[in-house]
């Protein structure tokens, strides 16, 4: 049910409806709002999701005068419940559910900003926001690396004797124990990391939640090293470093750290990794090794479900539980 009763539309409006000739002052655009609660990763995210949107309801990517046509041009105000169901729909024909979702997701957090900015009414919202996501059950994307993967990746950094070498391993460790998000990684400063302890504090976690993790054996041995290979000055965790060796004091792309992982993961022969395979290994064998709430806590998930997807154990968790199980039963056969 997706409560749009009014009368559903086969057409996308026009765009002389849709677009503004000058986007809103910042303060009063919906999107603008929406865009600056999120983390510079879920942004860049979330504005190509916007922009999509746009575009599949009629808006023109590219203005008469040449200026190119963001989601900023976009009158998300006038956007009822049944615009919305067409959104779904069109997007749907070509995209996978989780993708529909997540755009989605963008419209219904630009649609609050204007309801907070009293841009719709009460009712106009409500019925908007509360269109049914695409439901679905489809296999989970990615994959999980395995112990001798991840040992490999580590090994030819530990090869490598340049700093590039150190760094790169400190930062694989990381992932591999910890599972932060890659925006995550790169948003770290020399004073997030405890090395007496092994704490680590992720500040620009998504959803701006602040979250402390930890890591120890070869994962803080890895850290250590870095730290003393960089030094521990005021700056950037994780920083460029030039082919001739020299560090450069500043902070790294999220983009950077995927190169990074892409170089070495070619070097030790794995194919087809990123940086959420990192991710989801991790939080899968953290779910293995401790408990849900736990993995929960240090991926920075605001809901369990969302840690549970990363679950990749399959029949092998059912088949631990089982020989778990026992009872006195002495067969008289």
């Not at 009460?122 to 001798?148: F, I, K, M, N, W």
């Not at 994780?238 to 070495?264: C, D, E, W």
């Amino acid at each position: 049910m997706t409560n749009a009763v009014d009368e559903p539309l086969t057409e996308a409006p026009g765009p002389d409806w849709l677009r503004l000739s000058e986007p809103l002052p910042v303060q009063r655009d919906p999107a603008a709002r929406y865009l600056a609660t999120l983390s510079e990763g879920s942004r860049r995210t979330m504005r190509g999701a916007l922009n999509r949107v746009a575009r599949v309801l009629g808006l023109d990517p590219v203005q008469t005068d040449g200026r190119e046509v963001t989601c900023r041009f976009f009158r998300w105000a006038e956007l009822r419940a049944r615009h919305v169901v067409l959104i779904r729909s069109r997007l749907l024909a070509e995209y996978a559910p989780a993708t529909v979702n997540k755009h989605l997701s963008a419209v219904r957090g630009t649609l609050r900003a204007a309801y907070e900015l009293q841009q719709m009414s009460g009712e106009d919202y409500h019925r908007a926001v509360t269109v049914e996501s695409v439901s679905a059950d489809p296999e989970p994307a990615g994959r999980l690396l395995s112990r001798q993967e991840i040992d490999g990746l580590l090994h030819v950094c530990t090869e490598d004797a340049s700093p590039a070498g150190a760094r790169d391993a400190a930062m694989i460790a990381l992932w591999a124990v910890a599972g932060p998000r890659r925006s995550e990684i790169v948003n770290l400063d020399v004073s997030d990391y405890d090395s007496k302890t092994g704490a680590v504090n992720i500040r620009a976690g998504r959803g701006r939640r602040e979250r402390m993790i930890y890591i120890a054996n070869g994962a803080k041995d890895a850290m250590d090293d870095w730290i003393e290979v960089r030094g521990d000055g005021y700056g950037p965790l994780f920083v460029p470093i030039h082919q001739t060796g020299k560090i450069r004091i500043s902070r790294m792309t999220p983009q950077a750290a995927y190169s990074i992982l892409r170089k070495r993961a070619n070097q030790t022969g794995i194919d087809s990794v990123c940086p959420h395979d990192m991710r989801r290994t991790a939080l899968s064998n953290l779910i293995d090794k401790t408990d849900l709430s736990t993995a929960q806590q240090i991926a920075g998930h605001a809901d369990p479900k969302t840690t549970a997807r990363y679950d990749r154990r399959g029949e092998q968790i059912k088949r631990a539980a089982a020989e778990a199980m026992t009872v006195s039963y002495h067969s008289q056969r």
